[in-house]
């Protein structure tokens, strides 16, 4: 199976700052998703990476908060910008394969912590 | 939106007892569902799937079972384990291509009693 991994894989950051979070698959992949899982929670998704194209983001979500990248099919990056308290949670990138498009499989996830 | 949710928040059961974790989803066109096993400080791993023309899906151990009259889905742990102890989480897709977002449910937190 594929190896999954996420950088930082925790950080602590101050109000105002941004943070750029790091995907990278061993493998090519064609989907990419980013999720956030705030304490305690279940997983709700940010936006969907694409490929040489602008993310596809979910309701209440906007580009300029959560900016995204994907200019492989290896590898991603979400920032969290101009962050606040707010914005603590887990962040957690998934992957879809060529082979089985629907399953998703996760990142060890970055925890992020807003002071 | 569609919701998918789950009737028990936290279980525990006796280690080598069988479990049972139940989820409801809303959606009617969902076709795909996934169990996920969410273990402290690491992101979830995928355990099972069935697709909707199934009612019963074996695993190692496990077992989904789906019914789409009730809108239904359970996973069966059997002879439970202290490595066991997770949180668990249902998703459902809808799965066509283009389209093959996952909406997960609000979890169960599974503990194992020794």
């Known amino acids: 199976s594929a190896v999954i991994s996420q950088k930082p894989s925790r950080d602590i950051c101050q109000r105002g700052t941004s943070l750029t979070i790091q995907c990278q698959v061993d493998?090519?992949?064609?989907?990419m998703f980013w999720y956030r899982q705030q304490p305690g929670q279940s997983l709700t998704l940010i936006a969907t990476?694409?490929?040489?194209?602008?993310?596809?983001?979910e309701s209440g979500f906007v580009i300029d908060k959560f900016p995204i990248s994907r200019p492989n099919l290896t590898f991603s990056t979400l920032t969290v910008s101009n962050m606040s308290p707010e914005d603590s949670s887990i962040y957690l990138c998934?992957?879809?394969?060529?082979?089985?498009?629907?399953?998703?499989?996760f990142g060890p996830g970055t925890r992020l912590l807003v002071l | 939106g569609e919701s998918v949710g789950l009737h028990l928040p936290t279980l525990s059961v006796q280690e080598g007892d069988n479990s049972i974790i139940n989820c409801a989803y809303s959606?009617?066109?969902?076709?795909?569902f996934i169990w996920y096993k969410q273990e402290s400080g690491k992101g979830p791993q995928f355990i099972i799937d069935?697709?909707?023309?199934?009612d019963k899906r074996q695993g190692q151990r496990v077992t989904v079972l789906l019914n789409k009259t009730v809108k239904h889905l359970s996973l069966q742990i059997a002879a439970t384990q202290p490595g066991d102890s997770a949180v668990y989480f249902c998703a459902e897709s809808i799965g066509y291509f283009g389209n093959e977002k996952l909406t997960f449910g609000t979890g169960t937190r599974l503990t194992i009693i020794p």
């Open positions: 493998s090519q992949v064609t989907m």
């Open positions: 069935i697709r909707s023309n199934m």
């Open positions: 959606n009617s066109a969902s076709d795909y």
């Open positions: 990476a694409n490929q040489g194209s602008e993310a596809t983001y």
């Open positions: 998934s992957v879809g394969f060529p082979r089985d498009r629907e399953t998703q499989y």
